[in-house]
């Protein structure tokens, strides 16, 4: 088959694909097709074969059954150079010796453009320029990648990879580590290289609702195999997220953009969150953080919300293994989620109000708060006022002052909080 007849509609597919490691198979008859100019995502638990199946796909682990082809010529016949021209990949974890400078590391992306003795042309090192250019990173270039930032890193990981001037890109992870504002910036470019740029791109993303929001298509694996294949509204659904990820979830749609988001219905608290008395905490804005995380340290049992998804707060509650109560992305907190405010609140010793911004959407939250107080729960405030962030025409400022009135306690530092707790509730 010539180049001219290599099917570029369909620049990477799988049929019947099984790998694995040590003769422990991983990778079970998967098959499919990747369309020129998707952004499909790879979502799966913890050990499911997402990051061997990128291996499995570029070439780094041989397949023990099925194939891959590549512009419809099989992996297995092309030369490392060959795979190189044709596809670009950022490996989730990449260690780069110490000393190497951002552009030496997008430099490399040329190798399979060089000669036989390895210098770069004034061709490449404009190609490495331009790619560098489109990832903002160019003011870095002489800069050591050890001196950035994890996003930054992961541009210049992408840049690398926009300089080997292939359309087929395959992340593996590309946002992990990443702040919830770092993880949108970077898949909102990714994005743009789909839709700009015209790349084809493949990521293995651990975060659903940014593959819901951010890709055309997604895959699905659980045990090795892929379980479902298709939009991000026919594949997120209760049913999958109950069978895969054991997850008891609704799934509502974002107002804004149309794409589903998922909401636990309420997450078990796992043993980093404790099981002593059980605290529920007000977030929202990332600056809850540190008083979750003293909480969970010192052994209470937490749970927190109403917070809308997408929210950082929200993100690290849930690596922290914190009961949470969601709302959709940049929408107000609905009836039914003050309900179930309500019945979290009720199961609590107490209620530590953070240091978060107070708008008209989640004002509800002060209210269940103040409910709970006149219940004879143990109410915390950070801080004496809502100095800055106050969005609410003062009713929010309204309620704190009632709540400090009717003996809800003021703390300064989570360290503060948890002395009080254990005064009050042990």
């Known amino acids: 088959m010539t180049n001219s007849d290599i099917p570029h509609s369909v620049p990477l597919s799988s049929e019947g694909l099984c790998a694995g490691y040590d003769r422990r198979e991983v990778?079970?008859?998967?098959?499919?097709?990747?369309?020129?100019?998707?952004?499909?995502?790879?979502?799966?638990?913890?050990?499911?074969?997402?990051?061997?199946?990128?291996?499995?796909?570029?070439?780094?682990?041989k397949p023990t059954g099925g194939r891959v082809l590549v512009q419809g010529q099989p992996l297995s016949e092309l030369s490392v150079r060959e795979v190189a021209r044709r596809m670009a990949v950022v490996p989730q974890h990449e260690q780069v010796a110490f000393g190497f400078s951002c552009r030496d590391v997008v430099?490399?992306?040329r190798a399979a453009y060089t000669g036989m003795m390895g210098h770069y042309t004034n061709k490449d090192k404009l190609a490495a320029q331009a790619a560098m250019e489109?990832?903002?990173?160019?003011?870095?270039?002489?800069?050591?990648?050890?001196?950035?930032?994890?996003?930054?890193?992961?541009?210049?990981?992408?840049?690398?990879?926009?300089?080997?001037?292939?359309?087929?890109?395959?992340?593996?992870?590309?946002?992990?580590h990443l702040d919830i504002s770092h993880q949108i910036s970077l898949l909102s470019e990714i994005q743009s290289l789909r839709n700009e740029d015209g790349h084809t791109v493949v990521a293995v993303l651990h975060e659903i609702n940014m593959a819901a929001e951010f890709c055309d298509r997604?895959?699905?694996?659980?045990?090795?195999?892929?379980?479902?294949?298709?939009?991000?509204?026919?594949?997120?659904?209760?049913?999958?997220?109950?069978?895969?990820?054991?997850l008891d979830a609704l799934v509502?749609?974002?107002?804004?953009?149309?794409?589903?988001?998922?909401?636990?219905?309420?997450?078990?608290?796992v043993d980093t969150a404790g099981e002593g008395a059980r605290v529920h905490m007000v977030i929202g804005g990332g600056s809850s953080t540190p008083w979750m995380a003293a909480l969970v340290s010192a052994g209470y049992s937490v749970s927190a919300g109403v917070v809308n998804l997408l929210d950082s707060d929200e993100?690290?509650?849930?690596?922290?293994g914190v009961e949470l109560v969601v709302e959709a992305p940049f929408t107000p907190i609905s009836e039914e989620s003050i309900q179930q405010l309500r019945d979290?609140?009720?199961?609590?010793?107490?209620?530590?109000?953070?240091?978060?911004?107070?708008?008209?959407?989640n004002l509800a939250n002060l209210h269940v708060v103040l409910e709970a107080l006149r219940s004879g729960?143990?109410?915390?405030?950070?801080?004496a006022d809502l100095e800055g962030r106050d969005y609410t025409d003062g009713e929010a400022s309204r309620i704190w002052a009632e709540l400090i009135r009717l003996g809800a306690v003021v703390v300064e530092t989570p360290d503060q909080a948890v002395a009080i707790l254990q005064q009050r509730i042990g």
């Open 27 to 61: 990778l079970r008859n998967i098959s499919f097709e990747l369309h020129s100019g998707e952004f499909v995502g790879i979502i799966g638990p913890n050990g499911c074969g997402k990051s061997t199946l990128i291996k499995a796909l570029t070439g780094i682990l």
């Open 107 to 109: 430099m490399m992306g």
């Open 134 to 176: 489109r990832m903002s990173v160019w003011e870095f270039r002489d800069r050591p990648v050890q001196q950035l930032s994890g996003g930054e890193r992961q541009r210049v990981g992408l840049a690398r990879a926009l300089a080997q001037q292939c359309d087929l890109l395959l992340l593996d992870e590309p946002t992990s």
């Open 218 to 246: 997604i895959l699905v694996m659980h045990k090795g195999s892929v379980v479902a294949d298709g939009s991000p509204a026919e594949v997120i659904t209760p049913r999958m997220l109950k069978r895969v990820f054991a």
């Open 252 to 269: 509502r749609m974002n107002p804004v953009t149309g794409r589903p988001h998922i909401l636990p219905k309420g997450l078990p608290v």
């Open 315 to 320: 993100q690290s509650a849930h690596e922290m």
């Open 344 to 361: 979290v609140v009720r199961l609590c010793r107490a209620v530590v109000v953070g240091p978060a911004w107070l708008g008209f959407g």
């Open 377 to 383: 729960a143990c109410v915390l405030l950070a801080g």
